[in-house]
């Protein structure tokens, strides 16, 4: 498929066909697509927990109790589901920006010191930035793993996998789960992946795309 039609092909899926599984070899391109998504000043703030297992996706399902029980099948019926995680405040601290520009320099990306000197003023210069003239450090931090999610869902696509992001989750519930506030992190959004059933009734091969048209939307200049 080209952009245009893989733009059109995908859309949030509303059921998955539990007998179509992803193989290990696309899985592990899913898998590269989260790890190489862009972030401000590289700075990649997030984690992710992939679940393949059925026990994997029961723990994941701790998120969709009480109030978000319809999303449950999206995640049961699925071949797998990813947790998008945000490192909080304290976690992104100097250690971690320091852990960052030892591993940049390690794959070559700052040949001298100057240019890693630069990277360094950079990637400090934009924290505090957020941290004390916007004071939304961690709201920084949530939009560069939403930035990941918009390239993982366009990603997923061109491999011809299916994928449902799901906000309506508990955030609390999968925190404590996971352990992952201990861990200096908090999850945000839950994305299930997989095939569509024929009978979806989401799916663009039964209702149309609907979108704003683009005199609506864009100005050239």
């Known amino acids: 498929m080209n952009l245009q039609e893989t733009l059109n092909w995908r859309y949030t899926t509303k059921e998955f066909d539990t007998t179509k599984k992803i193989s290990e070899t696309d899985m592990a391109q899913v898998k590269n697509l989260l790890r190489m998504s862009p972030s401000s000043v590289n700075l990649q703030p997030w984690h992710f927990i992939v679940a393949e297992t059925t026990e994997g996706k ?11 029980h319809f999303n449950e099948p999206k995640i049961t019926n699925a071949s797998a589901v990813v947790l998008f995680c945000s490192k909080t405040n304290e976690s992104a601290d100097d250690a971690y920006f320091n852990h960052l520009l030892e591993v940049q320099d390690k794959d070559g990306r700052l040949p001298n010191d100057d240019i890693k000197k630069g990277m360094q003023g950079g990637m400090n210069a934009f924290a505090d930035i957020h941290k004390y003239e916007l004071k939304d450090y961690q709201h ?7 930035l990941n999610i918009g390239n993982f869902l366009l990603g997923v ?7 449902t992001p799901m ?19 908090t999850s945000l959004v839950a994305v299930s992946i997989g095939y569509r059933t024929a009978s979806d009734f989401n799916s663009t091969e039964k209702t149309p795309k609907s979108r ?3 005199s609506e939307i864009i100005t050239v200049i």
């Not at 920084?140 to 939403?146: F, I, S």
């Not at 696509?157 to 994928?163: E, R, S, V, W, Y």
């Not at 906000?167 to 992190?185: N, S, V, Y």
């Open 212 to 214: 704003l048209p683009q």
């Open 167 to 185: 906000e309506g989750i508990d955030i609390k519930a999968l925190d404590e789960e996971f352990g992952l506030r201990a861990k200096g992190f």
């Open 140 to 146: 920084w931090m949530e939009k560069q793993v939403y």
């Open 58 to 68: 029961a723990r994941m399902t701790k998120g969709t109790q009480g109030f978000f």
């Open 157 to 163: 696509a061109t491999l011809g996998i299916d994928a």
